[in-house]
């Protein structure tokens, strides 16, 4: 876990487009989320701010965390809010073709996959 100073630092540095803070910011979330020291809402306001940073993933687990709600108790329980599902599986989808568009993806079958699938989820949830 970071110390607030520290998470501040990965913050300052993120904003200034260092990539290794923005994926840091992402298994943070990804720490929070599963981690001993659970916290939800944390690794959502993590994951939120990754999403500034253009990181898909991201964008991903917010969409599966608000599609399917959390089991857990307190602070942690999240229900189910499939609006901010439908925004998370577009948002992500929108990050993929933007970085595909720019040549930072390798394999384009899979992420027009990814994309296809994110693009599916949102339509559905939508209506």
Known sequence: MFSPEEFNEIIRKAEQGDKNAQNKLYNYGLALRRG???NLQKAIEVWR???DFDIPEAAGNLAE???NGSNDTGDNKI???IKEAAKY???????????LESN??????DVQNTIKFYREKAA???K
């Open 79 to 81: 229900e189910p809010n």
């Open 124 to 126: 559905y949830m939508a």
């Open 49 to 51: 701010k990754a999403v």
């Open 89 to 99: 599986y577009s948002i992500a989808a929108d990050i993929l073709e933007k970085m």
């Open 104 to 109: 930072q993806l390798a394999n384009e079958a």
């Open 65 to 67: 965390l608000y599609e």
């Open 36 to 38: 001993v020291h659970k």
